[in-house]
């Protein structure tokens, strides 16, 4: 075991710089202007943290990772690199890696239901204002006092129009409804299904323990998602790559400091989740920041200035590698200067200096000791990776898609004997009842709760069609996701 612990060489100056596993979990930032080697930086620390059997999650917004199933050595600066920084040891191999993808269309798709998601986070996904979110809790809240799951967003419109419809009756438990809320939550409903939500929502649902496997040489399994067409949503994009994050939290076990990591969690486009964020969810992404790392997973957030993100967030990424930033204007200086300060001093080091100077590939690093300290920062050349640079063929991979454990699970929707199946054919048939229609119903029927009456037989047989008795509450974490991820498998 000691040597799946050996520290991973990820840099090299005057001499290696390494990245201690059991540090691994403290999180860290890529940083760097656009093509200063950020993704090459990336990729790298992928492969060596498949190498300890690490299992990685990795956006692709630029779909320029696919070759990481393959052995590189086709590129000639990634042999000038291995030249030049003298590894005579070096070789070339591919990684264990799983496609995903959103449409369902470079990868095995992804999916989530929108109960899981939650309101605060779909709050954020369809732009909608403080008020407009306090209607659309209301909407989750009578679902969830009732055990009722919304799988995609047919029922969410259903629900929300049926809350609408009898806002007059919810209003003393719940609060008001307005009309005006509930017209633009549909139309921002309309709008995320003109941008592929109705693929995003619905299931079977993606299970994140479907991140967390080695393959049969004891490799971490490397989860590519493919996000270059989601990126045109830029918002969907963080705020799904978020729910992840908060599943991750609220379903992981505490495992304290673990000798490695049981994931890490690369973020691309940081910078995107806290683009106009209500300062209520930045609050709460700091705190999944900081107690995440005590479930065992290490966040990398890439972004292109270390001051995109939050102080409170930056404060907490520990193991960094800082590409060249560009100094042309004021404004640039002054970004240049205080990512500088971030760092701990070098004395023999003009670290700000050196941040507008750094070659492609090259980086000022800095990692966590033995004792949990910030090593002193240094100039270094990133090393090579060991995979194909070059993007895999359509060919290669539909093929490798194919090859995986998972293909036809996510794929097969309709063939699928699930509850998801039984919740579309009721919810193609679902006619909200009239309340007088209902009011005969409720009689001839057991006494049951007020609000119960109220949602009638329609709403109640998708409940039972989700065939997941829950409870008769839903109880929700701290990003608003069902505590725990409650499941429907």
């Known amino acids: 075991m000691g040597t799946t612990l050996s520290p991973l060489i990820i840099a090299k100056g005057k001499s290696n710089i390494s990245l201690l596993p059991k540090m691994a979990n403290r999180h860290g930032l890529i940083a760097g202007a656009t093509g200063t080697g950020k993704t090459v930086t990336l990729r790298v620390l992928a492969e060596q943290f498949s190498h300890i059997g690490v299992p990685v999650f990795m956006a692709d917004v630029k779909g320029d990772l696919s070759g990481l199933p393959l052995p590189g050595g086709e590129n000639s600066k990634v042999k000038e690199r291995v030249q030049n920084l003298k590894l005579t040891d070096f070789s070339f191999e591919g990684y264990p890696v799983t496609f995903w993808d959103v449409f369902g269309e470079q990868g095995h798709p992804v999916r989530t239901t929108i109960s899981e998601m ?96 080695t393959d049969k040489a004891g490799k971490g399994m490397i989860n590519v998602f493919t996000a270059d067409k989601l990126m045109q949503s830029p918002r969907l994009y963080a705020t799904f790559l978020l729910w992840m994050l908060s599943e991750l939290f609220e379903q992981l076990p505490e495992v304290g400091d673990p000798q490695k990591p049981n994931l890490i969690f690369f973020f691309d486009e940081a910078h995107l989740l806290f683009v106009d964020v209500p300062k209520a969810l930045e609050d709460k992404i700091e705190q999944v920041v900081r107690l995440i790392r005590s479930k065992g997973v290490g966040i990398y957030f890439i972004t292109q200035n270390p001051l ?22 004021p404004k640039d ?46 100039r270094a050349f990133v090393y090579p990776p060991h995979s194909r640079l070059s993007p895999l063929t359509p ?14 699970h996510y794929e097969k929707i309709v063939d699928r004997e699930s509850a ?26 057991e006494p049951k709760s007020q609000t119960e009456q109220l949602l009638g037989a329609a709403v109640k047989s998708a409940a039972h069609a989700i065939g997941s008795q829950i409870g008769r509450q839903i109880i929700r974490g701290v990003l608003g996701s069902i505590f725990g991820g409650g499941r429907r498998r």
């Open 118 to 213: 939650g309101p605060l986070l779909l709050s954020r996904i369809l732009n909608l204002n403080e008020i407009q979110s306090g209607v659309l809790n209301i909407v989750f809240k009578v679902a969830d006092d009732n055990g009722l799951l919304l799988l995609d967003l047919k029922d969410l419109r259903a629900m929300a129009q049926f809350v609408g419809d009898q806002a007059e009756q919810f209003k003393t438990q719940y609060g008001n409804i307005s009309a005006a809320s509930i017209g633009a939550i549909q139309r921002s409903l309309l709008t995320l299904e003109e941008q592929g939500g109705d693929k995003f929502f619905g299931e079977p649902a993606l299970n994140l323990q479907d991140f967390m496997q």
């Open 308 to 329: 995109d993100l939050p102080e409170t967030v930056l404060g907490q990424l520990s193991n960094r590698v800082q590409h060249a930033l560009r100094a042309f204007t």
């Open 333 to 378: 200086q002054k970004s240049v200067k205080a990512a500088a300060e971030t760092f701990r001093a070098n004395p023999k080091l003009n670290v700000a200096k050196a941040i507008t100077e750094l070659e492609v590939g090259e980086a000022l690093v800095s990692v966590l000791d033995e004792k949990g300290s910030p090593s002193i920062v240094e």
């Open 395 to 408: 060919e290669e991979r539909t093929q490798w898609i194919r090859n995986s454990l998972l293909y036809g």
């Open 420 to 445: 998801y199946e039984k919740l579309k054919a009721k919810t193609e048939q679902v006619k909200m009842e009239p309340l007088e229609e209902a009011a005969q119903k409720r009689r001839a029927a």
